[in-house]
């Protein structure tokens, strides 16, 4: 499974290290490249954020950027070169890692980015963004940061199961708002004579006169955002009864769906965390067993 193949990973990660100190080690295997790899792509994510912030803006001329813009083409050319050394040393394998393959494709929309920019192919440039997922990479290979990468790796394990429940809150709502849309949006005779609790008008049918506007009306309740306030308690002043139903609803989303999607997270980051313990024993394991053999032989 994903869980396991993660974990596994980072498991083999843990136990080798980010790098080693040896000379005779490849270089890709040494602790100053992937330490120089990683504070390139730091640097290269805080460039695009003080690019955006502080630069000319996308619509400009590579003449008008040009500062920028010999920066984003050094960065590429080591990224470029980077990849050329990972791919000379492992070959066939490192187009088997989903992550090389990944990064590959990110520097190669860097790539795209880089040359579009100017150009009708501007809008490529928001794919740099992605080029923090590069750091994912790294994380993986740094032991000291195995319980971020467990998290990362449950929270990718667990988008199956969370689509799963995404489809359960999709059809709840879609029940929900067509009896919400019945009893609120289109009664008239409760809510469209007079003002609210607040002494004010309530603008029931800019929350619920559609089954579309109840949707959305619905997910803010789930996501607690102005539920009482804004919406519950103009509902109940008018109609005990559906104030006590919203409640209930907030009670089984809010609280029970939105707890096992918390659930099902923990769930799959602690099962990840098992494979990777097992997977550094036996790593440990293994090497002190070559190293028994190599001192009998």
């Not at 009864?241 to 089984?252: H, Y």
Request: net charge neutral; proline share 3%.
């Amino acid at each position: 499974s994903l869980i396991e193949r993660s974990a596994w990973t980072q498991g083999s990660a843990a136990a080798k290290d980010l790098g080693t100190a040896d000379a005779s080690a490849p270089i890709v295997d040494r602790l100053p490249f992937n330490i120089a790899v990683v504070v390139t792509t730091l640097a290269n994510i805080v460039l695009i954020a003080v690019e955006m912030d502080f630069g000319p803006g996308p619509d400009a001329a590579i003449s008008d950027r040009l500062g920028f813009w010999v920066l984003e083409i050094t960065f590429i050319a080591l990224f470029i070169t980077e990849l050329a050394f990972r791919i000379r040393h492992g070959r066939g394998a490192f187009f088997r890692d989903v992550w090389n393959v990944l990064d590959l494709g990110l520097v190669g929309a860097a790539i795209v980015a880089a040359v579009g920019l100017g150009s009708d192919f501007r809008y490529f440039t928001v794919l740099r963004a992605l080029r923090v997922v590069r750091l994912v990479k790294l994380v993986r290979m740094y032991p000291a940061m195995k319980e971020l990468w467990l998290l990362t790796g449950g929270l990718i394990s667990s988008l199956k199961a969370l689509g799963w429940v995404g489809i359960v809150i999709l059809v709840v709502l879609y029940v929900c708002s067509i009896v919400v849309t019945t009893e609120i949006g289109q009664n008239d005779a409760a809510y469209g004579t007079g003002p609210s609790y607040n002494g004010e008008v309530w603008p029931y049918q800019e929350y619920f006169g559609s089954v579309f506007k109840s949707m959305f009306t619905l997910f803010q309740i789930v996501t607690l955002d102005g539920w009482c306030d804004d919406i519950v308690r103009h509902v109940a002043y008018r109609q005990p009864t559906m104030g006590v139903l919203f409640v209930v609803f907030i009670f089984l989303m809010a609280f029970g769906l939105m707890n096992i999607v918390v659930g099902i997270i923990v769930e799959n980051t602690l099962a990840a965390a098992q494979v990777s313990d097992r997977r550094v024993q036996e790593l440990k394991g293994q090497a002190k067993k070559e190293a028994v053999e190599r001192l009998r032989g």
